[in-house]
Structure formats: C-alpha cells, structure tokens
C-alpha cells in the first residue's frame, strides 16, 4: 500500500499530542508528494472523540484500539500495536513524535520489524541514492536529517531496503498545518486481545504524578529574550509573535520580569531558568553577568541592543545596533523570505 | 543467593568540550582528538546498579561494552567504582554497525551472560543522542523495559520498582524480573573511585593491552584472575555476522555536513535591511534556524 503512517500520541488530557497534529501535517505533504494516503494510529481509550481532529488534517485511515489497559501508556501493548500495523499495511513511512512516549516506543517496534530508525530529525525530505555495489538505483527515499556530535555535525540519513522509515521528530520542528479539505477517516478497529500477548502487560503503573502544562523555556530550541529595554508589556508581544514565528520560546530578563512584563517561569539567569538554544536573541538585554550564566551556553547568540557597548554583545555572534521595534519586523520578514 | 546485573556502557568521545585542539583548520571538529570519556549517562546507570547492589545481598555487577581495544578504559573505570567484572565486545565486523546492529551485538553478548535478573543501561549516548539502542536491545532480548529511570523504589528476587521522569510529572512502575531500565541524566550521579578498588583493579587488562605492553604479568594474572578483562569477539557471542556491521544495518549515512564553527568573533551589524537579510540567511544556511 505504501502509505505514510502516523502515531498519535494521547495526552493526560485525552486529545492528540501537538507533536502528532505536526507530523500528521508533515506526513500529509510527504504523501502528497507520492501520490499515496496518510494513514493515522490511535490507541488509547474513546479513540472515537479523536477521529474528527484526524480527519482535519487528512487522514484517510484510522488504526484504532480501544481498551483500559492501553492508558496510560505502557510500552509494550503500543509497540505490539504499532508492529502489527505496519506489518499489515505495509507503510513506506512511519513518523512518532521525539517525546517520551514516542522515544520509548519507535527503537522497540523498530527492532521488531528490523527496520531502520532515525530520532530527533530535524528535516524529511525524499531524495534519490545510487548504491555503486550493488547498482541499484533508488528513487524518492526519505533523506532523514539529524544534528549528531553534540550538534557538530548534520548528517542525512537513508534506509533503502527496510520498510517502513522510521524516524522521530521532536514537538515544534515541523509545523502544525491542517489540510485544506477535511476528510471522514475509514476505522480499521484492532482487537487488542488477537494482538497483544497477555506477557505484554507485565509492568504495572503504581502511582503517577502528572502536573498540568505550564510554560517551560528550557526546551526551546530558540529563546527570543526581552529586557527592561523592550519597554512595556505590549512591547513584548512583538517578541512572542518572532518566537512563534521561529518555532521558539520568549524569555527575559530579571529586571524584564520585576517590571512585570512577563512571568517568572521565564526568567533566564542565575534566579531563573538555564538555557541553552540553538539560537538565542536578547533584545534590549544589557547581558548582566547573572543573566549571562543562565544563557551563555547557548549555541548562536544575536545581541539587539541601541548601546553597541552592552556587555551581552561580547558573548554575542551578531551584534545589532538597533531597537527591538525596528529590528523585530526585519527579521520576520526576512526569515520568511529566505524559508521556502 | 545469586543475582546478575549487567550495566552496557559506552565510550563516547567528549562532544559538549569542543576545546580548540579538536578544531581543524576549517573550523569543523576533528572527531578523533576528542577525548574519549565514559558516557555520562551510563555513569548513572552504573549508580543505579550499584544502589541495587547495595540492597541485594550477593549481587554481582557485569559491565558490557562494545568498541575497540582502548573502550576497556572504562570497564576498569567502572571496576573502580564498585563493578565486579567486565566483557569487552570487540572485532572489527561489529564496526559500522547502526542501532539495531548494535542491540543485536549486545543481546548476543547479553545471552551468553545468563542467568541475569537486570540488565541497565544510560537513556542515550552523547555521541548521538538516539536513546534507541536500550529498548531495541531489550526487544532483541524479550524484556520488559522501564526507560528514564531516575529512583529505585523497591527490589526483591522477583520484582523491582522504579519512578521514572516523565514531560510533566514522575511515575511509578513495577516490573517482574528480569527487565531492562534506562536512567535518566536526572538520577543520582556515580558514587567516585573506591581507592582500595583501585589499587584491586588498576592492573586488570585484556589480552590484547597485555600482549601491546611487553610486560610480562603472567604469574600477577595467574594469581588473580579476576585481573583479567574478558574480550568477546562475533563468534565467542555466536552471533550472525550478517545482522552486523555495514551489511546488518538499515539505516545508512548518507551525507555529513561539519557545522562550521567560527571562533567567537562578533560580527556588528546594523539594523539595515541588507545586514538583517544577510543574517537571516546565515542562520537558516547553518541549520540554526528552519
């Protein structure tokens, strides 16, 4: 059939997890691309209440079981599961998001299927590769992209004669897009007992202890970070647009925070948080050495500041002589030029 | 009683201290000055089985590696800290081999070592950051698995409980024996050298460094042989030489692009459109950003 199939995780809430509404999105265009189907799984409890959200972003089919012992996850009913899935439909790629659950599960039906598998991808796009031993040529493989080496290094990954794909992507990478057209998902609904051995549920959740959402800049990829510079509280929301925008979080200074244009949970330093982004851009941050200590690990760092002396831009790769107000819009708009 | 802990473990050259002696000219990292260190990882999955000594009269703790000849650095280490013994898998057919090659190597070389009642691992090497070659060993070897493993709860003959760091929160697992767990960098960290550990261990070798070092420890090694580090090669492990190496992995690189670090230069820039425009495009360029 050769479809692209997807792993909805469900979350404490009961809905679809982010990182699955964004690899539905991608899986979509890469089934596009192919002329092929994007087909969902969904195993969990009242899996019903989610095949609407699946069909918003064009899932054509549904794989669904529905039992108790399915959450809260445990990883061996979910990768008996998967596995069985893949071998019946036979997709030719299988995305799960790089959370936990998914970075538990992929490696486990991976080594079931003796398929390859690639985690934390930044980028999927389909490629061609000749192999010169055996002169084969290979059209239209998934180039799976990865940074390795404590980010050192990109390499574009390939598996040309296992299927399916395999590869992990983490939250906020690919972006969240629902199809144009809305469709009605076909169930395929799985009989868990047929599938899933009773030894499969030897582990036994005893007490969990799981906190509702909340804010947390550690993971960001990007921090846009804002100081007193930034000036008010509306100001700020300029910066929220260029994090989203980005794919990131915002921060702030300390004294950004006792002004009370943001909340604590945002705070970087020595009294907040420690990040360390892959690009991190303080506006209007004077770069005070508390601040610095919660940030200064950071890979690129752009320093935007109207004083060219503002000791942030020593640790800084770029520094901007500039307002954050006039600098902010720039960047959106060159970024959206220079992204296809 | 008698109960088996087999710890994997993996040399790793040290990625998050790029010092200026691992850069080329070119400003990409030369790989091979790195220094190769234990992965951190790995040194908390030992504390956890250690802690789990500690609770078990008699257990035993195995650690399993596989790399070349110099990877026995750190079953030594690992013997400083409290390990009873150790097995180097090593042999060039294990060389190229992918995550699911590797899990393969392991469970081989963790069969041979049975009876066993946990095998522990660290979530992910630095190296790569996969996290993948823990459950895949652990379906290679039809074990329950408890990855992001952070406190040992409870342990008797038949069953462990373990709470693990999940997103949002911690939960609490109970699994029967054996079982394979991977722990969190936020567990413990590793208890230091035993000095009298040292002074026991600092001489244990395998063959090959005794045979490189021309001095002759025979009747030392006679004498003790628990000085002796086991090497293991594709056939001791009876494993299939064709789900190894190059030829038993799916996954193949195709491309290696070295991100190219400049020294830390501030380039100045103004808030023009060209500067902006020019930087924007570096930074997608460089896979910073998109």
Redo the contacts between chains.
């Keep these: 059939m050769q479809n692209i199939l997807v792993y909805c995780e469900i979350t ?1 809430e009961g809905n679809i997890a982010d990182v699955s509404l964004e690899l539905l999105s991608k899986g979509r265009k890469l089934a596009e691309e192919q002329n092929v189907k994007l087909d969902a799984v969904l195993f969990g409890e009242k899996t019903e209440n989610l095949l609407e959200t699946c069909g918003i972003y064009g899932v054509s089919t549904v794989f669904a079981a529905n039992d108790s012992r399915l959450f ?1 996850y ?3 009913p979910h ?1 008996a599961l998967m596995a069985h899935v893949c071998r019946e439909t036979d997709p030719q790629i299988a995305l799960v998001g790089a ?2 659950v998914g ?6 039906v ?3 299927l ?7 991808c ?1 980028s999927l796009v389909y ?1 061609d ?1 000749y192999e010169k031993k055996t002169d084969t040529q290979y059209d239209n493989l998934l ?1 799976q992209i990865r ?16 299927r399916p794909q395999m590869a992990t992507v983490r939250e906020g990478v690919m972006k969240n897009e629902p199809a144009e057209k809305a469709t009605t998902p076909e169930v395929v609904n799985l009989d868990v007992d047929k599938i899933v051995d009773p030894s499969n549920f ?12 909340k804010v947390d800049i550690k993971k960001s990829g ?1 921090i846009i970070a804002g100081g007193y510079g930034v000036g008010s509280r509306d100001a700020f929301n300029k910066l929220f647009e260029l994090a989203d925008l ?1 794919g990131g979080e915002v921060g702030a200074s300390r004294a950004a925070v006792d002004a009370g244009f943001v909340y604590h949970e945002r705070q970087v330093g020595q009294t907040g948080v420690t990040v360390r982004p ?2 991190y851009i303080g506006f209007g941050i004077s770069g005070a050495v508390q601040h610095r200590a919660g940030m200064d690990q950071s ?2 760092i ?1 320093s935007v500041n109207t004083d ?1 002396n503002a000791p942030l ?11 954050a107000e ?2 902010i819009p ?2 959106i708009r ?2 959206k ?3 296809k | 009683m008698s109960f088996r802990i087999i710890v994997m473990a993996k040399q790793v ?1 040290d ?2 201290n ?1 010092g200026k002696d691992a850069m080329k000219a070119d400003g ?2 030369n ?1 091979g000055a790195l220094p190769a260190i234990y992965n951190p990882e790995d040194l908390n999955a030992l504390e956890f089985a250690l802690k789990i000594k500690d609770r078990v009269e008699g257990a035993e703790i195995v650690v399993v590696t596989m790399g070349p000849s110099r990877a026995s650095g750190i079953i030594r280490e690992a013997m400083y800290r409290g390990a009873d013994s150790g097995i180097l898998l090593t042999d060039r057919k294990f060389a190229g081999s ?3 090659a590797t ?1 393969y190597a392991l469970s081989m070389a963790i069969r041979k070592l049975e009876p066993y009642d946990i095998v522990i691992a660290g979530r992910q090497a ?11 060993t ?3 070897l039809n074990l ?5 493993a952070e406190t040992l709860e409870n342990i008797d003959e038949k069953s462990i ?1 373990v709470k693990r ?12 024996l054996p079982v394979l767990i991977t722990v969190n960098a936020s567990a413990e960290e590793c208890r230091p050298r035993h000095a009298k550990r040292v002074m026991q261990f600092k001489h244990s070798r395998t063959v090959t460094e005794l045979q490189e070092e021309s001095r002759d420890y025979t009747e030392l090694f006679d004498q003790r042989p628990y000085l002796t580090i086991q090497e293991w090669s594709v056939e001791d492990v009876n494993a299939d030489v064709a789900n190894l190496g190059l030829s038993g ?11 190219v ?2 020294a ?1 230069e ?6 023009s ?1 060209d ?3 020019g ?3 570096d ?2 360029d460089s ?4």
């Design positions: 404490e809260p445990t990883t061996q990768a959370s936990p970075r538990d599960l992929a490696p486990r991976a080594s079931e003796k398929c390859g598998l690639t985690a934390d930044t490629g590769h180039y940074p390795a080496f404590g980010g050192n290094i990109i390499a574009t990954i390939i598996n040309p004669d296992t030897a582990i036994e959740i005893i007490e969990r202890h799981i906190e509702p959402p990007v980005l892959k690009l890979a690129k752009i060219p831009n020593q640790i800084a790769d770029y520094s901007i002589v500039g307002k006039d600098v720039k960047m060159f970024f030029a220079n992204s | 050259p990625t998050r790029v990409t990292v790989r992918d995550t699911l899990s630095i190296d790569r950051d996969t996290a993948q070659v823990g459950p895949q652990a379906e290679k329950p698995q408890i990855t992001y409980s760091r999940l997103e949002r929160g911690v939960e609490t697992v109970k699994s029967p992995s799916p996954t193949k690189v195709k491309k290696i692009e070295n991100v670090f400049k830390k501030t380039r100045v820039l103004s808030d459109d500067d902006i425009d930087m924007m495009k930074l997608i896979h910073v950003l998109g």
